[in-house]
């Protein structure tokens, strides 16, 4: 008979999995392929470290998705250009020649360049705050969790609060 002093997350069950052992429940007692010894030496082995990386990892997930929700449906090319025309509207200094692409771009918009850099800048501001704000959520819940001591702890850790959108 084996004894679980751990929660069984799905990360418990990934390393199971990966050292070729299951662990399921029937009539309430726990099912061990392909042996007791060999699953409660897996249990055995899931550190407090592991259960904290296996959150931090749950957090790094949803942070990534946040900043992929914002930029979906935006092309590659056209966030390939955001750091030059961010730079470019910086050194904006009234003249076309101070940002080329952006008085390109505006002159194909039939718009003043000034009006490119103005929309260029404030985009460029609400991204960065976006972005440090899901740094910041993403950033004080991995400290947290990192600060936590048992696994008890660990599972019960609520990350759902604190994001953005």
Known sequence: MITIIIPITAGVQRRLSANGCSLAWHDNKPLCIPSDAAVQAVLDGWTVADARAE????IDARARALRDGVVAGISSAEMASWA????QSLAYDGTDESAPMLALEASSRGVPTSAVVDRVLAKAAALSQLEAHIAGAAGKHGDAVKALATHAEVVAYDCSGGWPL
């Open 55 to 58: 959150v931090v990892a749950m």
């Open 84 to 87: 030059l025309k961010r730079e």
